[in-house]
């Protein structure tokens, strides 16, 4: 008996309830799948109760669990022994003539996913991949390159990324950007069309030279993430403040980092050189174009720089004031080699404040060089560094000459003497 068959049956049977000669017919049906329908039968004891269905109900319940079918399965509590005989014929003569219609057939069934995939294993076997080809399929099949999901070095992205081949034919030095956090991913998230041309081509428009952009990306790649109208805004600034265009664009190949400040920080900027020094706005702007990072660095270092010049070594706020026009460097050199120097001119050579504010550019020589060339002439006697006296030795050529001319027009000594004294330091 096929499933329709009991169904109908089972059907038939329930309408059969409510005939007075079958009405003690019990009947239960155990579900896999909870259908509510109306209200909630009470179950007692696996059995569903009696008296509140009519038949209209048991029809509507009947067609609400037609598409579930295959989870429920029908037991009569009754054997068929115990039933009429009247009911056993009405039962025989109905189900060959009874035909639900609602009931569907195995045959109307959608195919699930499953009977699909197994119809179609056959036609799958046919490009398995275990099949073997020929020789000529094998050199005929291209695989696209494809770029490393990941990589401790941009070198394995270069041939792949068109953006980091044109930056290394610029020559942006990549070993050291991809030594810096985030830079690496930054860069190949970066298109050259889109992000990396305009930006250079702006440089060149403020007049960068094509040598300088390498060296300008090496340093700051950040600027390839900049808005052309910011960077505008602060070219545009600059030149307000009367620096010339050759000036920004110098400025900005030796510092690469000034166009990432905003204009207000800028102009915080020249306006603490201009008080804290106590400079003409000329003097000013000759200084930030000589040493353009200052603009970029921290103040702090220049403070303390200025508090020791002060305070440590002693010069007065004019001397200063020439000294940082002279040398601009000496605001951001290093405290302790500044030290160096000043204590080894002053307290050992004799030589006093106002000669070395004549002379600045001896704070920014190698104290070594310094030192060496010192003790040579000290010992052929002729440290001599009073403009007053014969014999005058310049605090400016003796650092700045170099080994020969010093040895021929300063110590009247000959080069291989001078190494030979540097063998016995």
Sequence with gaps: ????????????????????????????????????????????????????????????????????????????????????????????????????????????????????????????????????????????????????PASTSLQDYVDKSETLTKLVQ?????????RRPNVGSMLLRLDFNRDVAPCLLFLKEI?????????????????????????????NYLKSRKFSTETVASMISRAPYLLNFSVKRLDNRLGFYQHQLKLSASNTRNIVARLPRLLCGSLEPVKENLKMCEIELGFKENEIQHIVIAVPKVLTANKKKLTQIFDFLHNTMKVPHHLITKFPQVLNSKFLRLRERHLFLEYL?????????????????????????????????????????????
């Design 207 to 235: 007049g960068v030279e094509d040598s300088r952009l390498g060296y300008i990306i090496s340093h700051n790649p950040f600027i390839l993430s900049e808005h052309l109208e910011n960077l505008q805004a602060r070219v």
């Design 1 to 148: 008996m096929t499933m329709s068959s009991a169904c109908a049956q089972l059907c038939l049977r329930g309408r059969g309830l409510l005939s007075p000669k079958n009405s003690t017919l019990l009947y239960y049906v155990q579900v896999q799948h909870s259908v509510r329908v109306g209200k909630s039968t009470s179950i007692s004891n696996g059995f569903l109760s009696r008296g509140n269905y009519t038949a209209a109900q048991s029809r509507l319940s009947w067609k609400q669990q037609t598409s579930y079918h295959y989870d429920y399965t029908a037991k009569y509590l009754t054997t068929e022994a115990k039933e009429s005989r009247h009911t056993d014929d009405v039962s025989r003569t109905d189900v060959t003539e009874y035909k639900p219609a609602l009931l569907p057939t195995v045959d109307a069934l959608p195919l699930t996913q499953n009977q699909i995939s197994l119809e179609n294993l056959d036609a799958a076997d046919e490009f398995s991949a275990l099949e073997e080809i020929s020789d000529e399929e094998a050199v005929g099949i291209s695989i696209p390159p494809c770029i490393p």
């Design 381 to 425: 006697g002729k440290a001599q560094y009073d403009p007053n006296l014969p014999s005058y030795v310049s605090l400016d050529r003796l650092v700045s000459l170099p080994d020969e001319i010093f040895c021929t027009e300063l110590a009247l000594a000959t080069l291989e003497d001078f190494y030979l004294f540097q063998k016995t330091l």
């Design 170 to 178: 610029l020559g942006v030095s990549l070993w050291k950007l991809e």
